[in-house]
């Protein structure tokens, strides 16, 4: 036993290599896509790559059609992810007897297990037909099949982060606001919303981040067209999509630095996001949240 | 008046509610109804018989038109990406939680967190530079098993620092200060008593890892998975996976075949996935109990 | 001298549970008094007191048999045979809690809270309101100068006081106080007694504690409670 | 410890099983095939998805019989096909363009062409728009056509679907077919023959262009000018969209790739190109 004891005491100085060890390679990551990204900075201006159109064949290789894909399926699956989550999260904390919310949290906890690639590979064959037909326009893979499906993808993240933030919210205040006369929308209102603000804040963040680091969704169903998109039901690539689609491509050619462009905007959104996240005042919510959420 | 807004209330929390189990039973169920149907024998060993099927487990024969290699493939992921990631995930998770302290903490666990934010797609790039980075040095690294597990750990160790560091951090400080009262070391004192106090939650993580690591499809499709490769013999080989195998078969199946190999596939990984997900809770309470109640 | 009743306990059995805390429990409490009820920790003194504004069921598991009638403006009102909505109920019937309790805003929003959700919705008036009760309440000298300050920055008398402003702020018929001022200070639960007294005229007073001095102090009736049972 | 004497003691019952299965495993056939038997080792394969059909069922069928042999069959499309071999990441990167000679001068490749190829336009089964002139295929993938009611069909939109810019497949359409004319960025973007197949398959108002070996009679061929493609006229060269299928090596090889390239010039082989919905071509 005591050796082992031994190993671990002149071990703290592994721990620390260890743990510099992750910390060098995260930030590897980001060196990395700049130094072979480095061509780009260089020969080609970098606003250039970051405004321009994709066309290859004329000599453009913007990434801007991408940048605008990437919002425009963001912002649109948070629109309607936010509140579908809201409502969740509600009936879970507050409006459903306590069999039913328990089997809700289940199903939406369960949900957070589903693979990505599963909502992609449903998306093509069950939602991207009916979005063709019933809008009528075009192919059905667009911005619109994408946003359904990556909100459902992200949902589950937001509704736990919620309902765990209610949750947090002290049981003297629930009370105080119940004998004051106050109904289950009086208390939304007036305690839960507000007391929950920064909880709802993070499952928002948190939410974004999933949502702009998903490939396959967007890769699988909202067709990957290099056009900017002009309504919800054109088809679009994303910065993501296009890692994938053009690391196929000949290592040297022009293309091919591009993925690194969108592989440093995607950290930096991320990071952007993390940052913000980590300097949210925001105490107890948080270790659950390192817990059990992701 | 405001009888209608509590019915709006009620109204529209209700639709969410149905929207999401709606939703939720619609993806479940489609899987279901075309994949239950070819779940069995021959949706992994194709048309072998059950005698070769014993010959495919000693790698003595080939599966070509089934699930198999897919499934050992994933495994073989899971492994390698949690025995690169759990021992350097615990460690750091231990020393940010009872070593670490001041700015170091700080800029540590904030570089984690940055960590677990970058999206798979972009470890996979990562990867797959660090590969031909390398190829041009040992001409015979070419992206394979090695590179897919190492990124695939790259994508889950911040999960199992986090867990760690906050089962640690969560427990009470009279648990340490009874230890030291009995005169343990720090070193003797995390692995007696916290390590042990902490192994439910630093189980949900290595739950939550192989949950990641078995359906993650952006980082292997980078870094050495193919479509036909059949069972790999090292680690320098490429290898077939479920995840992406249900993205190759959605985008180019060819025959209707195909095409019910591919919902097979997802429903498998599905209940893989969720089982793991949900039976991690399960299990985890059990662990704990044992090991705080029932030793041997 | 003919006693008028305002709050009337029926047969009150109460179940957390497998477990009965209060059983068969019959009382009534006169208008404009202070009555105290008394009794050792765990004797069931705040379930009973739950049961009048049926709180109870703001938790789970818990399930309540019998009658509890109260008078509002003179007509008669059997609580749990929905004469009236819960809210409509609470907002009869004000509570005070053992540990202060304002809520995360300011103390100016503490007490228009209640105000607006009750449906008050003039500025003027919830101005109006909030001064007089601030002043009923002792507490406007205090606190004037400070209203768009967080109401937790109050010292913890000046919480409790700030929590018996909001909910005398709805003008109820009853008020229930559990244990106000066993969280305080001694300078504090002089305060808080005082005040009490002065809310007499206004309203009744039902409060639960286990301080006998202080029910000798402030209470013109006291019960017992031992074991979930009246003594 | 205990758990491992127990688990040790099962090993000469394995060790019985492995080598009975070996013994049921190696049974001796004489035919194209019999050049893998007893041989080892790993061949990589990837680039042109054209190609990928005849490569997995000859892998498939090599690895059945030499279980020692693993042989991967990745897609990718012709660019990175030629990218890799030469970079030596794989052992044979297909293509379905010929390679330029700067590549080949580059990378010292040597070209193996097994087979002849059309790009056929393929639109839905049920579209009954199923003859197009070529200046029309112009239009519509440049986008200047853009509803099927333009051309007599329903009123519906287009939609167009294209390759990536690795895709051998879609230079040769682009060139030999649009006359390098546009094709526009509002078009989707599939990654290899199979998806741009499966795509058209499952939308009834898509337009694209596949190999012949993926055509059949899930999607409806579009003849142009009047020309159906179908092997008959590329081989008559009636059918001006045609391509060879190449397999390309990194200077010459032997061993396992050698025995690979061989076999698609084998009788069975060319059955299985032929099989494929492809021409076969002699060495």
Known sequence: MSGTLQVVFSGRRLLFLVTAGGVFVTLSILVFMIVLGLPLFTSNSFSLILTQDWAPDRGFFGIFPFICGTLAIVTLSLLLAFPLSLGNAVLIHLLLPPVAAKFLHRVVKMMTGIPTVIYGFVGIFLLVPFVREWFDSGSGMSILSAALLLALLISPTMILVFVE???????????????????????????????????????????????????????????????????????????????????????????????????????????????????????VLKSRLNRGLS | MNRVYDCLLYFSAGICGLLLLGAVAGLTGFLLWHGLPVLGLELFFGSLKIGEIVDVIFLQQVVVDGLWPAVVGTCLLVLMALSTALPLGLGAGIYLAEYAGGKAKTLFSL??????????????????????????????????????????????????????????????????????????????????????????????????????????????????????????????????????YIFYTASQFSDQHELQQ???????????CVLLFTGAGLIRKKASYRLLYHSK | MIVEKIVEIKNISFFYGERQVLSNISISFAKQTISAITGASGSGKSTLLSTINRLWEEVGGARVEGRVKIWLEGQEIDVYERQISLPELRRKVGMVFQIPNPLPMSIYKNL???????????????????????????LWSEVEPRLHEDARNLSGGQQQRLCIARAMILEPEVLLLDEPTSSLDEGAVFEIENLLLSLKERCSLLMVSHDLAQVRRVADSAVELVAGSLQ | MKKLMRVSGWLPVLFLVLNLSFLLGTKVWADDLAGFVGKSGTLRISGGTAHIPVMKEIAGLIMKRATEIRISVAGGGSGLGIKQVGEGLVDIGNSGRKPTSNEVQKYGLILYRWALDGVGVIVNKDNPVQSLSQSQLQEIFSGRIKNWSQLGGVDKKITLVSRDQASGTRKVFWKKALEKGDISSRALVVSSNGAMKSAVLHNPYAIGYASLGFLDDTVAAVALDGVAPTLANVRSGAYPVVRGLFSNTKGSVSGLTKEFINFLYSQKGQEIILRKGLIPVAQ
């Open chain 3, 112 to 138: 228009t809270l209640p105000l607006k959700m009750a449906g008050i919705k003039n500025r003027d008036l919830q101005r109006e309101k909030v001064e007089s009760v601030l002043k009923d309440a002792f």
């Open chain 1, 165 to 283: 933030s209610f949750a947090a919210i002290p049981k003297s205040q629930v009370r105080a606001v119940a004998a004051l006369g106050g109904n289950l929308r009086q208390k939304l209102i007036y305690l839960y919303l507000p007391g929950a603000q920064n909880g709802i804040l993070t499952g928002l963040l948190l939410a974004t981040g999933r949502a702009l680091g998903d490939t396959m969704i967007a890769l699988m169903v909202a067709g990957n067209a290099t056009a900017q998109p002009e309504s919800l039901l054109d088809p679009v690539r994303t910065l993501t999509a296009h890692i994938a689609l053009v690391m196929a491509a000949d290592f040297d050619s022009i293309e091919f630095k591009t993925i690194f462009a969108c592989g440093i905007i995607l950290y930096l959104w991320t990071a952007t996001l993390t940052l913000t996240l980590r300097f949210l005042p925001y105490g």
């Open chain 2, 262 to 272: 591919g919902f097979g596939a997802a429903l498998v990984l599905l209940i893989i």
């Open chain 2, 111 to 244: 570089t984690f967190d940055l960590l677990a934010g970058v999206p798979s797609i972009v470890i996979g790039l990562f990867g797959f530079s660090l590969t031909l980075y390398l190829h041009r040095q040992f001409s015979s690294l070419t992206p394979c098993l090695l590179i897919s597990g190492l990124s695939l750990a790259l994508l889950v160790l911040p999960y199992l620092v986090r867990t760690t560091q906050t089962a640690l951090e969560d427990l009470p400080d009279s648990l340490r200060l009874t230890a030291a009262a009995l005169g343990a070391e720090k070193s003797a004192t995390i692995i007696l008593v916290l390590l042990p106090q902490a192994l439910p939650g630093i189980f949900s993580g290595v739950v939550l890892a192989i949950g990641r690591a078995a359906e993650d499809t952006a980082v292997i499709m980078l870094t050495g998975v193919v479509a036909t490769a059949g069972i790999p013999r090292s680690l320098f080989d490429n290898y077939e996976a479920l995840p992406f």
